[in-house]
């Protein structure tokens, strides 16, 4: 496990080669205010990982500065996690709250130093105050207050003195710095609730960008490796180290790109949003990514882990496809649970040829599982088969039993149908069968031909089983939330099981042939009424689906059709794709979802008759316009396609970057206004002039001297770090392409 090179593991290879440190100490650093979901299985894999590689330790630390949500309940879900997936931290697990006192302590040499203040204005003041990317933000008066001041009303905000918002601490940084993190960050803010640990100790509680670096140093972490979305305050990370001057080895805070998954909620609150409104059972429901949940449905931690090492680490953001993780599921599985028999929906056979009992000698794996083990299968007049492997009126290549087709029954003999037996409403409630006895498994004689084999259980000896079939959760690609649920995502079956699976219990993980793989409920699973969960189907169906109703292109929310088989498209619809991708050249995936839509194609339309963009509009009709669509619940728009083709005329003109752009639309969407308008009225216009962008960049290579150094040393992909905190610092108004070239040509 764990094989794979990444840019991670280089750096602390190069560390460890410079002599920077000894011992290489990671930290896995959860907030407990949610279960643990597989993104933190990602981080979990990466940080203990790392240690592991390396030889050295990696700590489990609570990140409990927000009292308000945490709970020991939580504390104790993360570290089933952790131990579930192998690994061990080092010691015992430890608290940002431990830390308390120190961090306190910390920031009194700050304030002594003149690196912070007691600050009383109001949020929004202190908001209002920061400027924007564009405008530097202005000092606070109370950024004058004495030391000694300061060191008094911190004092007394520890004591609890102030309600919340009255005061809070800040590091004096620079109120006009480029990266707006750095404009005075608060460091501590006044809290009046009960901490789980530390009960109403405090009154002040540090914030992240404050607690997390020296937590990193008091524990003598070396590389802090977190998300990408903490780029920005990697440059509080260092000036809080740098500015206390630490006694060194410091650690340095390293990002990647998080985790997302299609098909998949990931935020804990949204996750607890599902939880507390009871749309699912707790947070170890079967449906939910947490890593409880992917247990409770009979996931084990090699497929996670295996999944882990195979979507890699990264430096940008993407969406994983979940039916990865399904085939890492199903590929462990494979090689390790043994074969049964189970009906999941019965129908009952009577085998009218058929005297007695016999038992028949099955083995559990197939010939290329290396295991052994084999039970009895028993046989007899009346068995049940599943309801799906029967067609009266079979349509074009059905292979299983019809009245003119016989079939076998697995590890059994091949039947022959007689006679279907109907209820008043026609449904079918028996088959009258007949046997052919030389036709047995293994011993067969009987020269037939049959096209397949199929699941069967002796109506004497099955057990029954309720049975959990699990679905994705969300109906969609992209789930925003509840809004999005799948309503079939549990259903569940009275079932037919063979004995031995009850009686011998050779796993507690089985493929039911022909179903899936199946679990037992590790909780509500008893002899005598045993509950299997669903772990995942045997083929990858949703795949197959997606790939027949369109190509797959890159991961966007779209509308597919996933539940049930694709419709057709009429003629009229045919002719809208045609002219979508041979004439105006769309992708597919845009023109299929255009032509189907006589809305969107209509909209679109208007829009071509205003600007010559087919693309270009057609992106933004089926996204944007689509989901506003979808939003609103109805197509009165605030916006008019002459409108949507005036936004695209100033992208096309470079007036605007897409970025901007999509900016643009909301504000469209939301008052009706024109593009132009709000173009001018916010000053979004692009920056193409290089005079105003040389500045920017020679700040930018000004306050990363250590890139550049890298940078210069041969690392050619920080061109692209430093391109986008350019961008960044305009905004995203600057023209990419420009920045690009000059960023290149100053480095060069
Ligand atoms: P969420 O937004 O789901 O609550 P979080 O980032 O707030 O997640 P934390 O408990 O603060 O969750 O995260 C602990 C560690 O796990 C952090 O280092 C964080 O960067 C990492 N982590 C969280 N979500 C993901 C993800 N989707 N992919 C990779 N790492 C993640
Ligand atoms: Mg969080």
């Not at 690994?87 to 009194?108: C, M, N, Q």
């Not at 003195?161 to 800040?170: S, T, Y």
């Not at 710095?177 to 609730?193: G, S």
């Not at 260092?238 to 990002?255: A, G, I, M």
């Given at each position: 496990?764990?094989?794979?090179?990444?840019f991670?593991k280089?750096?602390?290879?190069?560390?460890?080669?410079?002599?920077?440190?000894q011992?290489?100490?990671?930290?896995f650093?959860?907030?407990?205010?949610?279960?643990?979901h597989i993104?933190h299985?990602?981080?979990?894999?990466?940080?203990?990982?790392?240690?592991?590689?390396?030889n050295?330790?990696?700590?489990?630390?609570?990140?409990?500065?927000n009292?308000s949500?945490?709970?020991?309940?939580?504390?104790?879900?993360?570290?089933?996690?952790?131990?579930w997936?192998?690994?061990?931290?080092?010691?015992?697990?430890?608290?940002?709250?431990?830390?308390f006192?120190k961090?306190?302590e910390?920031?009194?040499e700050?304030?002594?130093?003149?690196?912070?203040?007691?600050?009383?204005?109001?949020?929004?003041?202190?908001?209002?105050?920061?400027?924007s990317?564009?405008?530097?933000?202005k000092?606070?008066k109370?950024?004058?207050?004495?030391?000694?001041?300061?060191?008094?009303?911190f004092?007394?905000?520890?004591k609890?003195?102030f309600?919340?918002?009255e005061?809070?601490?800040r590091?004096?940084?620079?109120?006009?710095?480029?990266?707006?993190?750095m404009?005075d960050?608060?460091l501590y803010?006044?809290?009046?609730?009960?901490?789980?640990?530390?009960?109403?100790e405090w009154?002040i509680?540090?914030?992240?960008?404050?607690a997390?670096c020296?937590?990193?140093y008091?524990?003598?972490?070396t590389?802090s490796?977190?998300?990408l979305?903490?780029?920005?305050?990697?440059?509080i990370?260092?000036?809080?180290l740098?500015?206390?001057?630490?006694?060194?080895?410091?650690?340095?805070?390293?990002?990647?790109a998080r985790?997302?998954?299609?098909?998949?909620?990931?935020?804990?609150?949204?996750?607890?949003?599902l939880?507390?409104?009871?749309?699912?059972n707790?947070?170890?429901d079967p449906?939910?990514?947490t890593i409880?949940?992917?247990?409770r449905?009979?996931?084990t931690p090699?497929?996670?882990?295996?999944?882990?090492d195979?979507?890699?680490?990264?430096?940008?953001?993407?969406?994983?496809?979940?039916?990865?993780?399904?085939?890492?599921?199903?590929?462990?599985?494979?090689?390790?649970?043994?074969?049964?028999?189970?009906?999941l929906?019965?129908l009952k056979?009577?085998i009218?040829?058929?005297?007695?009992?016999?038992e028949?000698?099955?083995p559990?794996?197939p010939h290329?599982?290396?295991?052994?083990?084999?039970?009895?299968?028993?046989?007899s007049?009346?068995?049940y088969?599943?309801?799906?492997?029967?067609e009266?009126?079979?349509p074009k290549?059905y292979?299983r039993?019809?009245p003119?087709?016989?079939?076998?029954?697995r590890?059994?003999?091949?039947?022959?149908?007689k006679?279907v037996?109907?209820?008043a409403?026609g449904?079918?409630v028996e088959?009258?069968?007949?046997?052919y006895p030389?036709s047995?498994?293994g011993?067969?004689?009987s020269?037939?031909?049959v096209?397949?084999?199929?699941?069967?259980?002796?109506?004497?000896s099955?057990?029954e089983?309720?049975v959990?079939v699990?679905?994705?959760l969300?109906a969609c690609e992209?789930?925003?939330?509840?809004?999005?649920?799948?309503?079939?995502?549990?259903?569940v079956?009275?079932?037919?099981?063979?004995p031995?699976?009850?009686?011998?219990?050779?796993?507690?993980?089985?493929q039911?042939e022909?179903?899936?793989?199946?679990?037992a409920d590790?909780?509500d699973?008893?002899?005598?009424?045993?509950?299997?969960?669903?772990?995942?189907?045997?083929k990858?169906?949703?795949?197959?689906?997606k790939?027949?109703?369109?190509?797959?292109?890159k991961?966007?929310e779209?509308?597919?059709q996933i539940?049930?088989e694709?419709t057709p498209?009429?003629?009229?619809?045919e002719?809208?794709?045609?002219?979508?991708?041979?004439?105006?050249q769309?992708?597919?995936?845009?023109?299929n979802t255009?032509?189907?839509d006589?809305?969107?194609?209509?909209?679109?339309?208007?829009?071509?008759?205003?600007?010559?963009?087919a693309?270009?509009?057609?992106?933004?009709?089926?996204n944007e316009?689509?989901?506003?669509?979808?939003?609103q619940?109805?197509?009165?728009?605030?916006?008019?396609p002459?409108q949507?083709?005036?936004?695209i005329?100033?992208?096309?003109?470079?007036?605007?970057?897409?970025?901007?752009?999509?900016q643009?639309f909301?504000?469209?969407?939301?008052?009706?206004a024109d593009?132009k308008q709000?173009v001018?009225d916010?000053?979004?216009?692009?920056i193409?002039?290089?005079a105003?962008?040389?500045?920017?960049?020679?700040?930018v290579?000004?306050a990363?001297?250590?890139n550049?150094?890298?940078?210069?040393?041969?690392?050619?992909?920080l061109?692209?770090f430093?391109?986008?905190q350019?961008?960044?610092?305009?905004?995203g108004?600057a023209?990419p392409?420009?920045?690009?070239?000059?960023?290149?040509?100053?480095?060069?």
């Amino acid at each position: 496990m764990n094989e794979s090179k990444n840019f991670l593991k280089s750096q602390v290879q190069e560390d460890l080669e410079a002599n920077k440190y000894q011992k290489i100490i990671t930290r896995f650093p959860p907030e407990p205010n949610g279960f643990p979901h597989i993104g933190h299985a990602k981080s979990i894999f990466i940080n203990f990982g790392i240690a592991r590689d390396f030889n050295g330790y990696c700590n489990l630390r609570m990140d409990d500065t927000n009292p308000s949500k945490e709970d020991t309940k939580y504390v104790e879900a993360l570290k089933d996690a952790v131990e579930w997936l192998g690994y061990e931290w080092y010691g015992d697990v430890r608290f940002t709250s431990d830390y308390f006192p120190k961090l306190y302590e910390y920031a009194i040499e700050l304030i002594k130093m003149g690196k912070a203040y007691v600050d009383s204005l109001t949020e929004d003041e202190i908001r209002e105050y920061r400027g924007s990317v564009t405008e530097p933000g202005k000092r606070s008066k109370y950024a004058e207050r004495s030391v000694e001041e300061n060191l008094d009303l911190f004092e007394r905000m520890k004591k609890g003195e102030f309600v919340e918002g009255e005061h809070v601490l800040r590091a004096k940084i620079d109120m006009s710095a480029a990266n707006m993190k750095m404009r005075d960050p608060l460091l501590y803010r006044i809290k009046n609730a009960h901490h789980f640990r530390t009960g109403d100790e405090w009154a002040i509680y540090p914030m992240y960008d404050f607690a997390h670096c020296l937590s990193d140093y008091i524990e003598g972490v070396t590389h802090s490796i977190c998300t990408l979305e903490f780029e920005n305050n990697r440059d509080i990370y260092d000036w809080v180290l740098d500015t206390l001057k630490l006694e060194p080895p410091r650690p340095y805070q390293h990002e990647f790109a998080r985790l997302n998954i299609n098909y998949t909620v990931m935020s804990k609150r949204k996750l607890l949003e599902l939880v507390e409104g009871g749309y699912v059972n707790g947070w170890d429901d079967p449906r939910l990514p947490t890593i409880a949940g992917y247990r409770r449905k009979g996931y084990t931690p090699e497929s996670i882990l295996t999944f882990c090492d195979q979507i890699g680490v990264a430096k940008s953001n993407s969406v994983v496809d979940v039916s990865q993780l399904e085939f890492c599921i199903r590929d462990d599985l494979n090689t390790k649970v043994p074969r049964v028999l189970c009906v999941l929906d019965p129908l009952k056979v009577t085998i009218v040829n058929y005297e007695g009992e016999e038992e028949i000698d099955a083995p559990y794996y197939p010939h290329d599982v290396p295991k052994e083990g084999s039970r009895k299968l028993p046989f007899s007049r009346e068995i049940y088969i599943d309801r799906a492997d029967f067609e009266e009126n079979p349509p074009k290549g059905y292979y299983r039993l019809t009245p003119t087709q016989p079939v076998r029954l697995r590890h059994g003999y091949i039947i022959e149908c007689k006679e279907v037996l109907k209820d008043a409403a026609g449904n079918i409630v028996e088959i009258k069968a007949e046997y052919y006895p030389n036709s047995k498994s293994g011993e067969d004689t009987s020269g037939i031909k049959v096209k397949s084999a199929i699941q069967w259980v002796s109506a004497l000896s099955a057990k029954e089983v309720e049975v959990r079939v699990y679905d994705r959760l969300f109906a969609c690609e992209a789930p925003q939330g509840v809004e999005d649920i799948n309503p079939n995502s549990l259903v569940v079956k009275k079932a037919l099981i063979e004995p031995a699976v009850i009686t011998q219990k050779p796993d507690v993980r089985f493929q039911f042939e022909r179903e899936g793989y199946f679990y037992a409920d590790p909780i509500d699973y008893t002899d005598e009424t045993p509950v299997f969960n669903k772990i995942v189907s045997l083929k990858d169906s949703w795949g197959k689906k997606k790939r027949n109703s369109r190509e797959k292109t890159k991961q966007q929310e779209k509308k597919v059709q996933i539940d049930g088989e694709v419709t057709p498209m009429t003629p009229e619809q045919e002719k809208l794709f045609e002219r979508y991708t041979k004439e105006l050249q769309l992708n597919t995936e845009v023109a299929n979802t255009l032509a189907r839509d006589s809305f969107l194609a209509s909209f679109y339309e208007e829009a071509l008759n205003e600007l010559n963009s087919a693309v270009n509009l057609a992106n933004i009709i089926t996204n944007e316009v689509a989901r506003e669509i979808k939003a609103q619940n109805s197509t009165e728009l605030h916006f008019t396609p002459k409108q949507i083709a005036q936004l695209i005329a100033m992208v096309d003109e470079e007036l605007i970057s897409n970025k901007i752009a999509k900016q643009v639309f909301e504000e469209m969407a939301k008052t009706g206004a024109d593009p132009k308008q709000i173009v001018e009225d916010k000053g979004l216009i692009q920056i193409s002039d290089p005079a105003q962008i040389k500045p920017i960049i020679d700040e930018v290579i000004a306050a990363n001297p250590q890139n550049v150094e890298k940078f210069k040393g041969g690392n050619k992909k920080l061109l692209g770090f430093f391109v986008g905190q350019v961008l960044k610092a305009t905004g995203g108004k600057a023209n990419p392409k420009m920045v690009n070239e000059l960023v290149a040509q100053k480095l060069a």
